[in-house]
């Protein structure tokens, strides 16, 4: 008898996870995407939208009769993390966080933590005039109302129209970015300052390394608090966990 594993998606480690998971023996592989970036990762067994708060959750891993849950959403996407915990242990069900390492400031950067968008925006003026803004498109209403900043705009799927821009330049692109390509875009805008938050993982690193070989300031946003659990750090040790069952 198959056991079915929900992965909750949205992240690189999650499509790997699942293009893995669907290998093993006795396993069935569900995925679940939020829905903000349209192009699917895999097409097979995989949803895209939101399930209706932690009700809705419950319902569908009833419905679907899920096994195993496991968690692989971004680190900042802080209320599904809540929702699933809630659910899983509603249930009764095992569930397990795929959660990549975060970036640490090293030697030459130099980098501001906060809290959350809303302070990186509200200190923006007194640090920047011309900032590489990395933060996805849900949250750059922040910034609509900094004012005397030129904002270039980087984010993989253009923003729906009724959201009004910084003012600026929008930039659409995939990563993974490396540093010298970054460094050539901080140098070509005169960049003083970036915006982002702590993703971890490599893809989007170079951004990084490039502010630190450019001594130009990083505006750094702290990830939210996780959420109890079991937790690994990497696809190898995701699988390891399901194989344990």
């Known amino acids: 008898m198959s056991l079915i594993v929900l992965i909750l998606g949205g992240t690189q480690e999650a499509a790997e996870l699942a293009k893995t998971a669907?290998?093993?023996p006795n396993i069935q592989v569900k995925m679940s995407l939020a829905g903000r970036i349209s192009q699917s990762i895999i097409s097979e067994n995989c949803r895209v939208g939101g399930f209706g708060g932690v009700t809705g959750l419950i319902k569908y891993l009833q419905a679907e009769k899920i096994d195993l849950l496991i968690d692989a959403t971004h680190p900042f996407?802080?209320?599904i993390s809540e929702n699933a915990a809630i659910a899983a242990g509603t249930l009764g069900l095992p569930r397990l966080m795929l959660v990549r390492r975060g970036w640490e400031a090293t030697m030459g950067d130099k980098w501001i933590e906060v809290e959350n968008i809303q302070t990186a925006a509200a200190i923006l003026p007194s640090l920047a005039k011309r900032v590489f803004l990395t933060i996805?498109?849900?949250e750059l209403t922040a910034f609509t109302q900094v004012e005397n900043i030129w904002f270039l705009m980087r984010m993989i799927e253009k923003p729906s129209p009724d959201i009004i821009l910084p003012k600026g330049l929008l930039l659409l692109d995939?990563?993974?970015f490396d540093q010298e390509s970054e460094k050539q875009l901080l140098h070509e805008y005169n960049i003083d300052t970036v915006v982002s938050k702590n993703?971890?993982?490599d893809a989007t690193y170079g951004k990084i390394i490039a502010a630190r070989e450019l001594g130009v300031k990083v505006v750094?946003?702290?990830r939210p608090m996780l959420q109890e659990g079991k937790r690994v750090e990497d696809v190898e040790a995701a699988l390891k966990w399901i194989k344990e069952f």
Do not use: D, E
């Open 77 to 79: 996407a802080a209320k």
């Open 22 to 24: 669907i290998n093993l």
């Open 136 to 138: 996805g498109r849900q």
């Open 174 to 176: 995939r990563g993974p």
């Open 220 to 222: 750094m946003v702290k």
């Open 199 to 201: 993703s971890g993982g």
